[in-house]
T-cell receptor, first 116, second 112 residues
Framework: EAGVAQSPRYKIIEKRQSVAFWCNPI?????LYWYQQILGQGPKLLIQ????????DSQLPKDRFSAERLKGVDSTLKIQPAKLEDSAVYLC??????????????FGEGSWLTVV | GENVEQHPSTLSVQEGDSAVIKCTYSDSASNYFPWYKQELGKRPQLIID?????GEKKDQRIAVTLNKTAKHFSLHITETQPEDSAVYFCAASIAHAGKSTFGDGTTLTVKP
């Protein structure tokens, strides 16, 4: 079974530049998440989609971060303009969604962002 | 919202010893508690999970216990091996909401 795919794997940008990350979830998974993982910390939820609708974006810094999931499959996460503190791994994850059997979250390999 | 605290942040054991990692959560509505293992530079991967209607679950050398009253759950690894060295994350979630809150991780080092 194919896992969660993410690209690019690594990105180095200067502060105030923009960057976009792409994610393709496991086929059939209705729920898609973007997490931010800063070195030494656990993943922190940025946004959760159910199909193509936003379920939770309360922790997304909306002045600089945006995300979309058109057609309820692939998703992109954009940062513009980037700040030094945005240096982190951006993990995309997916789950079947809903119900007791659909909670297991499967993570992608992550997109490592360094802002200099 | 949910708050998950995980202890210890680092744990070093000798090969063959047991390791225990503990987590507490704040939201009594949480009913699903997964544990993830993350090796350096790799994705977090689910190793075991427990639902609130169960007090303990075992899978070979790993086990998880849950105390709903005290709102804490623990990961137990017996007969540790060097390949168990990784960062372990606990999480708490409400099953139907599909949203998990993660602890800050425990770096486990198993010394040969």
């Amino acid at each position: 079974e194919a896992g969660v795919a993410q690209s690019p794997r690594y990105k180095i940008i200067e502060k105030r530049q923009s960057v976009a990350f792409w994610c393709n979830p496991i086929s059939g998974h209705a729920t898609l998440y973007w997490y931010q993982q800063i070195l030494g910390q656990g993943p922190k939820l940025l946004i959760q989609f159910q199909n193509n609708g936003v379920v939770d974006d309360s922790q997304l810094p909306k002045d600089r971060f945006s995300a979309e999931r058109l057609k309820g499959v692939d998703s992109t996460l954009k940062i513009q303009p980037a700040k030094l503190e945005d240096s982190a791994v951006y993990l995309c994850a997916s789950s079947l969604g809903g119900g007791d059997s659909g909670n297991t979250i499967y993570f992608g390999e992550g997109s490592w962002l360094t802002v200099v | 919202g949910e708050n998950v605290e995980q202890h210890p942040s680092t744990l070093s054991v000798q090969e063959g010893d047991s390791a225990v990692i503990k987590c507490t959560y704040s939201d009594s509505a949480s009913n699903y508690f997964p544990w993830y293992k993350q090796e350096l530079g790799k994705r977090p991967q689910l190793i075991i999970d427990i639902r609130s209607n169960v007090g303990e679950k075992k899978d070979q050398r790993i086990a998880v216990t849950l105390n709903k009253t005290a709102k804490h759950f623990s990961l137990h690894i017996t007969e540790t091996q060097p390949e168990d060295s990784a960062v372990y994350f606990c999480a708490a979630s409400i099953a139907h909401a599909g949203k998990s809150t993660f602890g800050d991780g425990t770096t486990l080092t198993v010394k040969p």
